[in-house]
């Protein structure tokens, strides 16, 4: 069989985008990671290597500057970067979904205004849902966004778990308005925020605290965010018309489930890879241990679970291009390649025996780096109770 990930019917234009940016990872990220993750370290040569690549514009239309390719091409691309390094695909995430929500409910000004500077790099993106006490009850965010008098609104409150949150330039922010709908998902509002790169006071009345200090996911930042009687025009609300932002969000949300598929799929190969070479090179008992039947039967499952991954990833990311409603197919390709992408992980971790325990060894990081896979996004309950939802629905019983 051919080797693993591979994906029908793509492009000429799509082949040659991976070609590039797998060459990309195996010349510029797989040999830094380890020293840079480690370190903690902000990628800032990476970066500036995938400007170049033109990665940060890859959705984005020609006419605003970008490649105008599908969010298909873009999972393949997230897929092969995390197999490089899961944090540098953290980098594009939250960019891409800002930029996702400008392209499909921006107002022509706004999609004029950042889009051309979001292709480039030069405006980076980031996503802000979350709270404190949020978790994945989004009916209950708290920052608040109070009208004034002239039009503006005032912008209080606390936000959590911003990716690229001291990195940004843009934050696509879920805030509460009072609209007077009876609905608590009616009230919310995407707004549009500006401000500097870095730590401290970014913007007036906007905050980011520092870093968190994570596990794993490290290189790239996560942060709180601040708001204290931030002052935004109207005009900077997404759409330019409040009530509309939970379902916004959800929107970017569905294309994020595909991202974090992606990102676990990569680690997931990423893992096989690295069990499957250490199994060739690795003796006990005057034999390599890839010939004894346990360790074989294990790297047969764990390359059946990249391929089941992969597979629901692609078909996820395909029926979103299609602009129809996938948050069922977007909640299992995000499920299954979380989940298998923690066991193929694991089990890569067990070939390696005590070496995997070892800092030296790569599957020591994807041990770390994999857990996150389970809870970005939302977690793997709250994919099951999506989909358990809309099953019964679709298969009720009559009568």
Known sequence: MPKLCQTEGLTEDQTEILKAVRTFVDEQIIPVAQELEHSDTYPQEIVDGLKELGVFGLTIPEEFGGLGESLLTYALVVEEIARGWMSVSGVINTHFIVAYLLMQHGTDEQKQKYLPRMATGEVRGAFSMSEPGLGSDVSAVSTKATKQDDGSYSITGQKMWLTNGASSTLVALLVKTDEGAESVYKNMTTFLVEKEAGFG??????????????????????????????????????????????????DGVEVGRVNVAARACGLAWRGFELGVAYAQQRKTFGKLIAEHQ???????????????????????????DTGKRMDVEAGMAKMVASEYANEVVEDSFRIHGGYGYSKEYEIERLMREVKFMLIGEGTSDIQKMIIGRSLLKDYALKG
């Open 201 to 250: 006071e970014t913007a007036q009345g906007v905050t980011v605290p520092g870093k968190i200090d994570k596990m794993g996911y490290k290189g790239v930042e996560t942060t709180e965010l601040i708001l204290e009687g931030h002052q935004i025009a109207a005009d900077q609300i997404l759409g330019g018309e409040p009530g509309k932002g939970f379902f916004q969000m959800m």
């Open 294 to 320: 346990a360790v074989l039967f294990r790297i047969a499952e764990m390359a059946t679970k990249v391929e089941t991954a992969h597979n629901m990833m692609v078909r996820a990311a395909r029926l979103k």
